[in-house]
């Protein structure tokens, strides 16, 4: 018996809140509003088609298939995070979001997204995190890490929890442990 479409959307948005921390659809919707986006303009933001944008949201598809794609998707949510604590004006942010678009990922991270007069060590948290945690979901996926750590769990506990926290946990747990540990 094959699943309804409404159990395979369920599903795909739950490996999606593995994957992502949450599902692309709540999280596209999220960035849509705080940067002033409509899902075309998302789309072409980040390198999707409008379709597959559509597809990752309702949960026909779960997964992001490019790397580029899931880093120009980090950096726009730490755009947002500019944006939203003042250290970014709107117009600066449609720069910035012409920026992200036209990179291949790989320079994302260390891009003109990140910018160090935030001046907030919660900020700057946020960014070593978000920066881990993309790398690590571009290589693997977190089912995949959290499979990695528990084989690794008996002989290497530290570099285990390292992988379960920021490859397969929640942004929120990650920065809790990245400032538990700094110092």
Request: no cysteine; proline share 3%.
């Amino acid at each position: 018996m094959d699943p309804s479409p409404h159990d395979a959307a369920s599903r795909a948005q739950e490996l999606q809140r593995n994957w992502y921390g949450e599902p692309l659809g709540d999280l596209f919707r999220r960035l849509i509003g705080d940067l002033g986006l409509n899902q075309a303009r998302l789309a072409g933001v980040l390198g999707l088609s409008a379709p597959m944008l559509s597809q990752l949201m309702s949960g026909q598809r779960a997964k992001i298939g490019n790397p580029a794609v899931v880093q120009r998707l980090q950096a726009l949510q730490d755009l947002a995070g500019h944006v939203a604590d003042g250290s970014v004006t709107s117009s600066e942010a449609t720069s910035r979001m012409d920026d992200i678009r036209q990179s291949s990922g790989s320079s994302v991270l260390t891009g003109t997204t990140h910018s160090s007069s935030s001046g907030s060590a919660a900020g700057t948290a946020r960014h070593v995190v978000r920066d881990i945690q993309s790398l690590l979901r571009a290589v693997a996926s977190a089912e995949e890490i959290a499979e990695a750590a528990n084989t690794l769990a008996s002989s290497h506990p530290q570099l285990a929890e390292f992988l379960h926290v920021y490859g397969a946990g929640r942004t929120a747990e990650a920065i809790a442990h990245y400032e538990a540990h700094q110092g």
